[in-house]
């Protein structure tokens, strides 16, 4: 039999309240914890990373105990809860936050289930106020609807969920764990073959370059001045295909990023680049934020754009470029006051160092890591569908527990 169902705001036992609207600059920790949303990790857990206080008078305006449960009210988290279960002292939380105290009639972990649950977010999505910020206020959680069976039954639902996800977390986080060996393999395995070459037994020498190390004694090294040369051909009518530069993705065009980014009015005069050229976007190439394109198109007059030489095959470059190694070692190069705002300029990348492993060795190299990359982004792309659908059995399980679709004392 499915529970009745009551408003959020009659079963708590203070006010649904917003925190408090202060600045996180104290880290005292003998003070109160001052918890913003950049502090909830998980639905249970707190970052370890992002500790901030508060002095205990201004603390104590807005405290949270546990028990009590925190909801996002502002921004693209919004509705994100957390429950409170482990005693870190006195707390305080801020004015983006929400605090749900339930009362003795409701189990705490119950509640905090069913803030996860479709029945939850399907209340919440029709009601947010949608503009330049997402907001969801205090008065709209009050009014929010919540299953409300017996105090005994939202126990047995609770601790039956308890178990139940304990368990699919438990793998959920085995899975997550072999996406991060996988990725370590994957860089390792780039690193190794394109600053090392394939064959294991080759004799070594000191490149005399920190960041590449020992190479293979017949490779040589050059400066990317000796092996680029900057094109910066403009567009006349900006009708080309717009690329944009990543960490994660490389060159890519524009249509293909599924995100809100400005742009402008015209594209006109933006730079030209041809397929098998460098781009390197200027202000985020310390993140690593360049490839070579695949395509001809244009892109923004903030990057730049370099065409290789004959010593050098792009798919080469491109894999080169992109470790994480490369992009600390043009930082080096990079002009700025701030080391988010660096810039690399094309002085700045002229000056670096590059191996330059004879061209059928840097084919041999691509065909290699095309063929190994592919098994690796199998096992990992079977690895995510097995942890979404881990997910979706989560959610479904929760569901149906919280609104009383599955009688879990026949579980026990």
Known sequence: MKASERRLKYCVWRPIKNGIGAAAEYDERSWPRYV???????????RDDTFASLPPEQAAEAPFDIGDILGAAVGATYG?????TEDIGPACYAGYLVRISPVEQFDSRFVAYWTECQHYWDQVNSAVIQSTIQNFSATKYGELRIPAPLLSQQRAIADYLDRETGRIDALIAAKERVLELLAEKRRALITRAVTRGLDPHAPLRDSGIPWLGEIPAHWETKRARWLFRERDIRSETGSEELLTVSHLTGVTPR????VNMFEAETTEGYKLCETGDLVINTLWAWMGAMGVTRMNGIVSPAYNVYQAGPRLLPAYIDVLVRLPVFAQEVTRYSKGVWSSRLRLYPEGFFEVYLPVPPLNEQCAVVEYLDRETSKLDRVREATERTIVLLKERRSALIAAAVTGQIDVEAQA
């Open 255 to 258: 249509s293909e990023k599924d």
């Open 36 to 46: 913003r949303i950049t502090d909830i990790s998980g639905p249970r857990s707190l």
């Open 80 to 84: 994100k809860t957390y429950l409170h």
